[in-house]
């Protein structure tokens, strides 16, 4: 019995893969994270003392680093259990309480058909690739060498060449016993009642073939060589294969960059075909396109399938801003808790093939690492045009950005943009009204918040959601610097102490996993270094840890950390404190890391609870509130002052292993 790609990706979304894994392993207490859905045993399939199976919900997949099986959930049932396709299927719709879809000979006989379309479009395929290395089609190899793609690029993404002839691949199908019907039912030739003749669809065109989310040649794309071509960029037509809103371009590519250990963290969308090749030779392998429009839901709703939040990445000119805010309207409603997005801008003029052609990635990633929250898009859009130097033209900006947020169907989510909004607005105006200080409002980083209406309305640019009436001590205590480029101390020191002296894994696995870092480096740092731990195991020593930390590109960040350290003369974090006064002031810097987690969340509260009564006119609360929050900075004082104990520990002791090096 064949089962529908819908119905195999419904089930398997709907059971997370660690509830089949889980029935026929224990999971580590040690390396298993439940709350990131990372679970870790010993290997089922081979006998082993230490656990080097692991399992990602996320991804649906299961790795052994130690005999290299993986597969999703039918295949661990075929192959620890020996059961038919159909009986493992079986099983997990069971668990997903969906029934078996019941035989359908029409539905069989349209996937045989399909099929059958599918051998076609690889006869076209090769075909086209074969043209490529014709006299013909020399042309098209140069403009391929002019843009930089090598020999292996070209034959990774199957590029080919469309001759230029009204009947050149229609005659090679039908030479291959291929009937007209199925040539037509694949769009390969343009035909229809007013037509006596078909014809190829495609032709003097460079042949991007379009894969299926199962590697399968669906459709093609096809880049024009003459420079009065109707088309610049033309695709296949809507078939029984292609359905051009449903599909981004290298998807399974892309996909299979993010399984396994190391893998990308997340999808990248840019613009075009080109876009996709040249970054995936530039080692950025994760990147996909629409399909020549602009994105689609189902496209949005397929990355988000993949990964909770996808970069979408435009060109710098005023066309990619009006695409990124077209997505951001597309977005809107679907965000909930863990799903969202973020929006990338290159430089004007550039587009991601522009930046990798000279230099490598390294340009790239910068414009990722810069890459932009929703909220913060949703921001600029609404305040870019200035002009709010008037109560009118304030009130009327209030208004739009509340009719935009109530767009989010998720009331949890919903909730927390209002808040974000009402923030905004208060830090933006606190800054337009005349004769305010800065001491007025919290700036939030101090990169421009709240001076707009000193230049005439213009907002302000890009920077972190202000929170109210806050002391400016606070302003800049670690509390509310997450969303800075720089990570603070406090997580530095967490950071750096456990890279330097990994032996701290052995006995803190559980809380050293559990860290949740406000800075974006950070977090992805984290992620490679649980990676490397889950495959050195107990051979792992802090050169082993630093070498596969920069085999994952977190050189730069390592070094930063160690030169912040360095300069705040910590150097209980650094490489050369003895081990016990490591331990120590890691325990130390985990406790206030914790107190300044506890007191940000409390601190949040209570200025919901501020935005609230104001609301409601309870003067009487908000004087209780606002005492409580006097409370809440006096404590944030308190333990600034006492993370001092942490400086000059390992210095006092004078216990330490060797002269101070860095991580160069």
Known sequence: MRFSSDFLDEIRDRVPISAVVGRRVTWDRKKTNVSRQDYWACCPFHGEKSPSFHCEDRKGRYH???????????????????????????????????????????????????????????????FFQDQLQTASGARARAYLRERGLSGRTIETFRLGYAPESRNALKEYLAGKGVPKEQIEACGLVVHGPDIPVSYDRFRDRIMFPILSSRDKV???????????????????????????????????????????????????????????????????????????????ENQLQLMWKTTPVPVLCFDGDGAGQRAAFRAVDLALPHIKPGQSLRFAMLPDGKDPDDLVKQDGRQPFDRVLSEARPLAEMVWMRETQAGGFDTPEKRAELEAKLKQVVNVIADENVRRHYQQ????????????????????????????????GGRNGGRPPGPVASSRGTISDRLARSGLVRGALDQPTLRESVLALTIVNHPQLLEDEYDEIAAIDYEHGGLQKLWSSLLTA????????????????????????????????????????????????????????????????????????????????????????????????????????????????????????????????????
């Open 420 to 451: 974000d909004v009402r923030d905004r607005l208060y830090a933006f105006f606190q800054g337009s009204q005349p004769g305010r200080g800065e001491r007025g409002s919290f700036q939030g980083g101090g990169r421009g918040q709240g001076q």
């Open 218 to 296: 669906i459709a093609f794309g096809g880049r024009a060589m003459a420079p009065d071509a109707m088309a610049k960029y033309l695709n296949s037509n809507e078939t029984e294969l292609f359905h051009k809103g449903n599909v981004l371009y290298n998807f399974s590519r892309a996909r299979r960059a993010m399984q396994g250990a190391g893998g990308a963290d997340t999808l990248i969308a840019v613009e075009g075909y080109m876009d996709v090749i040249a970054l995936y030779q530039a080692g950025v392998e994760n990147a996909v396109a629409p399909l020549g429009t602009a994105l689609t």
């Open 64 to 126: 052994c680093f130690g005999c290299g099986v993986s597969g999703d959930h039918f295949r661990f049932l075929t192959d620890l259990e020996g059961l038919s396709f159909v009986e493992a299927v079986q099983q997990v719709a069971d668990m997903a309480g969906i029934a078996m879809p019941q035989p359908d000979p029409q539905a069989e006989r349209r996937e045989r058909e399909r099929t059958t379309l599918q051998d076609v479009m690889e006869m076209a395929t090769q």
């Open 533 to 664: 731990v889950a495959e050195a195991g107990s051979s792992l020593t802090r050169e082993i840890l630093i070498q596969k930390l920069e085999a994952h590109g977190h050189g730069t960040l390592l070094r930063g950390l160690d030169q912040q350290i360095r300069n705040a003369r910590l150097w209980i974090a650094t490489e050369i404190a003895a081990a016990e006064d490591a331990r120590e002031g890691y325990r130390q810097a985990l406790a206030l890391y914790k107190r300044a987690r506890a007191l940000k969340r409390q601190r949040q509260e209570l200025e919901r609870e501020i935005a609230e009564a104001t609301e409601t006119d309870d003067a009487g609360r908000i004087e209780q509130v606002i005492s409580a929050l006097h409370e809440v900075q006096l404590e944030v004082a308190r333990m600034e002052n006492q993370e001092a104990i942490i400086d000059g520990f390992g210095v006092m002791s004078g216990r330490v292993k060797g002269p101070a090096t860095g991580h160069g």
